[in-house]
């Protein structure tokens, strides 16, 4: 390790480990309880996540109670109902979304809501004066510092989108203020997928890095300036 380099060649594998091997987890999560030390290092990590202003806006609602996920389930299955219905001049492609697991909320060990409150430490935070969403995209990354620190654990995480935030406010008692940002199952599970579920099934391809970088300015995926870069791109595809 060099001197100025804090991190060992096993810690940064680690690391990318993690990152290359979350998954977001519907299924094959197992009948065995998180231990309480772990849930609250995972949850530690998501609380040491950056932050516009060192607002930390976030509050993490743990859920275990079967009766208020159970209503949860009722307000995911009235939306993916919706979701079917603007899928109906497509019906292959309906029957093949029918067919997705998409939620583990009743079979996780423990649901966790990430919600964000703007009002953190009043109404003036440093930063984000200029760009208010700014506020939620620091709870994003609390929920990424969670997800990581989960899959590090051996625990899976599925986020369920497929919710109405109006129904997360009344079931969860959530002031008006509040926003619910991610509706969270946490558990062990049986394995982990080699690759994402929805790329797995050919609901849409992984697009290549390349695909996603612009030089200079918007549009612009390749110049002789970055030549030698734009070549250590295409080795790793």
Known sequence: MRANDPFSACEKNGLYKAIFSRRDVRSHFINKEIPNDILVK???AAHHAPSVGFSQPWNFILIKANEIRQQVKDSF???REKSVSML??????QKRYLSLKLEG???SAINICVTYDPTRFGPFVLGRTSIAETGVYSVCCAIQNLWL???SEGIGIGWVSILANEDLQRILSI???VRPVAYLCLGYVSEFSDKPDLEKTGWLPRMGLEEVICFERWGRHKTDSWEQFYETISKIN
């Not at 109906?88 to 492609?93: E, G, Y």
């Open 42 to 44: 995972i949850l530690n």
């Open 175 to 177: 002031p008006d203020f």
């Open 149 to 151: 620190a989960a899959r």
């Open 77 to 79: 299955v009235r939306e």
């Open 88 to 93: 109906d001049s497509d019906k292959a492609k």
């Open 105 to 107: 909320i009743l079979d």
